[in-house]
């Protein structure tokens, strides 16, 4: 018998998500309150759910993938949300990005339905969904994990089990964030060193993709970022919401991160600059006009 999933948030990485557990012969049903978000599934088999609970209905394992924490917890235990429709024995994976604690608190209200509760956070843009190039980290009850991992291993080429203890998977993306976000910084610092002391751009690139700097960043974006070009994968308004949670979950542990916080500085100029659905490589463009070379 085929996995059934409901799928909230049909956005650009929820929908890669319904795409490819379609073509692994799952029954999906997914929710969006925009109608644009099922034009992709034109002629796909893909159930068009009436709300969070319709997706639900039935369903062994619901995915939400969605913009931030509040627009989760209003999906999952608001009116006609998630909790609503789903039946005891169920799974939830929350596959956004999102504060440890707040998956803490939303296993405990999901528990008290008899449904487990994983955060499954994933590592990747748009681009690395639309071809299956993602990670995707999980926490909860191993049980629950077992149970969905058919449908995780159908979105990306890497599933990792974190731990049992809910909110540690979204502790793990937040330092994959933080990391990811300083590569950036750092190639967009070296890249216009390079541009402006005449190195060509072809050169740079190769050499620095072949050695000891190399890097998914430049791997990825590389050619992008040279040509100017930076199409909302991961734009300016994710990665700031990305950031802000990051920051605050170091408070709550007492860890420095000062890097984190320039950066936010960095990308806030970019939304300042009314850049906010850039990709967050775009903050190139201030290093650019930095050195006088934009």
Not at 48 to 77: F, I, K, Q
Not at 191 to 216: F, Q, R
Not at 223 to 228: E, F, N, T, V
Not at 249 to 267: I, Q, R, Y
């Amino acid at each position: 018998m085929s996995m059934k999933v409901g799928v909230v948030g049909l956005g650009v990485m929820g929908g890669a998500f319904s795409g490819h557990m379609l073509d692994a012969g799952m029954e999906v049903a997914g929710y969006d309150p925009l109608d644009a978000m099922y034009e992709k599934f034109e002629g796909r088999n893909l159930r068009r759910a009436s709300s969070p609970a319709d997706a639900a209905d039935g369903a062994d394992l619901v995915m939400t993938s969605l913009p931030n924490y509040r627009v989760v917890g209003e999906a999952v235990t608001g009116e006609g949300g998630v909790l609503a429709g789903i039946s005891s024995g169920g799974i939830i994976a929350d596959m956004s990005t999102v504060p440890p604690k707040f998956s803490k608190e939303m296993a405990e209200k999901a528990a008290e339905k008899g449904v487990s509760w994983l955060d499954c956070p994933v590592s990747g843009v748009g681009k690395q969904a639309a071809v299956k190039d993602l990670v995707v980290m999980a926490a909860g009850p191993r049980a629950a994990f077992d149970k969905a991992k058919p449908a995780f291993d159908a979105i990306g080429k890497k599933t990792v089990f974190v731990s049992e203890q809910n909110g540690l998977a979204a502790q793990l993306k937040l330092v994959v964030n933080l990391v990811l976000f300083i590569n950036m910084a750092g190639a967009c610092e070296g890249l216009t060193l390079g541009l402006k002391a005449g190195i060509p751009e072809d050169v740079m690139l190769e050499t620095l993709c072949s050695g000891a700097a190399g890097s998914n960043v430049l791997d990825v974006r590389g050619k992008d970022m040279l040509a100017g070009n930076f199409p909302e994968s991961g734009p300016i308004w994710i990665v700031l919401k990305d950031l802000e949670c990051a920051i605050d979950s170091a408070k709550d542990l007492d860890v420095p991160v000062p890097l984190g916080g320039l950066l936010e500085h960095f990308f806030m100029a970019q939304r300042s600059k009314g850049r906010q659905h850039e990709d967050g490589s775009s903050i190139f463009r201030i290093y650019q006009e930095l050195a006088n070379i934009a």
